[in-house]
């Protein structure tokens, strides 16, 4: 009796642990956990001699957001479609509420205090948006253009309410974890290019009318070779792309807000505002070219000690990682990324449902237009749209929704390899 409440409970824990690190996916383990443990290094560089602990703050979440993980691996991510919708109405109210009474800085009203934190509720509305999405592309072909109505309106609120905070950046996330997660859902590529074209058709009003005249006649016999009911479709698809080339100069000039179209334009020649619009993209430029081949060091980069680049332990961490380890440790860094998103475009595929592939998806669309546009913008191939580097970038609210994702995505790992062991 005594040997039996003694022992038994003990063996069970040792055994559960055993089965859940048996199954687990250790790159989605380690490669996160590397990249946040050298960007609390990067972090503490940005801010030496400031006696500021954000890198402690960084790491801390990091191992909270791991612990979210282990929890989360464990639960079937399809227990979780019930509970959907009342999310996204939470989601949407948070970003109302924001929208009216949240807390303002550098220009931008993101953020509500809760329990003496400041969350930012558009970075769990990414996470709410892929799986809304997931419900409702689960299972979905697409052969006709109105099964696109509900994937939009169910993404076009969040955006709206991200995008008058005002934050540019998180709400293109919005639309590339949209196009992501529509392609991988059986959307024909032509569909996909027809709606992307919209950007083009809008650059074009603005920089340069004329090739309008030439472009929208492009788009629409796209349009007639790849819609159904081609001649009311593509006559639709030239009347909205017009529209579209109509509204852009007014939308650039009065929606807009001034370091927002700076910041659209001004990588293309920073030095036209050195000390403006163009100074975090110089200097940056000039912090990555710094560091060579090695770079100087953990720690050691003079730009980064001397603050050239304001806040540069947020947006700009790679301009650090670029100084102080050189063009080696930027590439491995990249690699990491790599093997990262590899490792979820498999999980998706070898996923038991459509819905969590599709979430998966989302999350792996998520961090790759994250990834691209923050290295980009640090190098100068891109604006500067405020996008995190994903684990490296100081933000506690966006590591920690980067973890849950990872969660989801662990969980959807552990039941497709547990559905193969029983075939």
Request: proline share 4%; charged share 15%; hydrophobic share 50%.
């Amino acid at each position: 009796m005594m040997g039996f409440g003694r022992n038994k409970i003990p063996t069970f824990k040792i055994i559960r642990n055993k089965k859940f690190w048996k199954d687990v996916d250790l790159i989605i383990w380690i490669v996160p956990l590397i990249l946040v443990h050298l960007s609390c290094f990067l972090i503490a560089s940005t801010q030496r001699n400031l006696g500021i602990t954000d890198w402690y703050q960084h790491a801390i979440i990091a191992y909270i957001g791991s612990l979210i993980v282990y929890f989360l691996a464990q639960f079937p991510l399809q227990n979780l479609r019930k509970y959907i919708f009342p999310i996204y109405i939470i989601a949407i109210l948070t970003l109302l509420y924001v929208n009216f009474s949240g807390t303002s800085a550098l220009g931008a009203q993101r953020w509500f205090s809760f329990a003496g934190f400041y969350i930012q509720p558009s970075e769990f509305a990414k996470i709410t948006l892929i799986l809304v999405l997931a419900s409702i592309l689960d299972r979905k072909r697409f052969s006709k253009l109105s099964h696109l109505i509900k994937p939009l309106l169910v993404s076009c609120l969040p955006w709206l309410l991200v995008f008058i905070q005002p934050d540019l950046g998180t709400s293109l996330v919005f639309g590339a974890i949209l196009l992501g997660m529509l392609y991988w859902s059986g959307m024909p590529y032509e569909w996909a290019f027809i709606i992307l074209a919209t950007l083009v058709t809008g650059l074009l009003a603005y920089l340069y009318p004329i090739g309008l005249f030439i472009w929208i006649p492009i788009i629409g016999f796209l349009s007639y070779k790849s819609l159904p009911n081609r001649k009311i479709l593509t006559l639709l698809v030239i009347i909205f792309h017009s529209l579209i080339a109509k509204l852009t100069p007014w939308f650039w000039e009065t929606v807009l807000r001034d370091y927002q179209r700076d910041r659209l334009i001004i990588f293309l020649d920073p030095s036209q505002d050195p000390l403006g619009g163009g100074y975090h993209m110089l200097q940056s430029k000039i912090g990555i070219g710094s560091g060579g081949l090695i770079g100087t060091g953990l720690m050691q980069g003079q730009l980064t000690k001397l603050k050239f680049i304001p806040e540069q332990h947020t947006d700009f961490i790679f301009s650090a990682l670029g100084e102080e380890t050189g063009f080696l440790g930027s590439l491995l860094v990249i690699f990491l990324f790599f093997i990262l998103i590899f490792r979820l475009i498999k999980i998706a595929l070898e996923a038991r449902t459509d819905f969590e592939a599709l979430v998966v998806i989302g999350i792996a669309s998520m961090f790759i237009f994250q990834i691209m546009v923050n290295i980009f913008m640090t190098i100068g191939l891109g604006p500067v749209t405020g996008i995190p580097l994903p684990f490296m970038s100081y933000g506690r609210t966006a590591l920690l929704v980067n973890f849950i994702s990872l969660g989801f995505c662990l969980s959807v790992s552990r039941r497709g390899q547990s559905i193969r062991k029983n075939l």
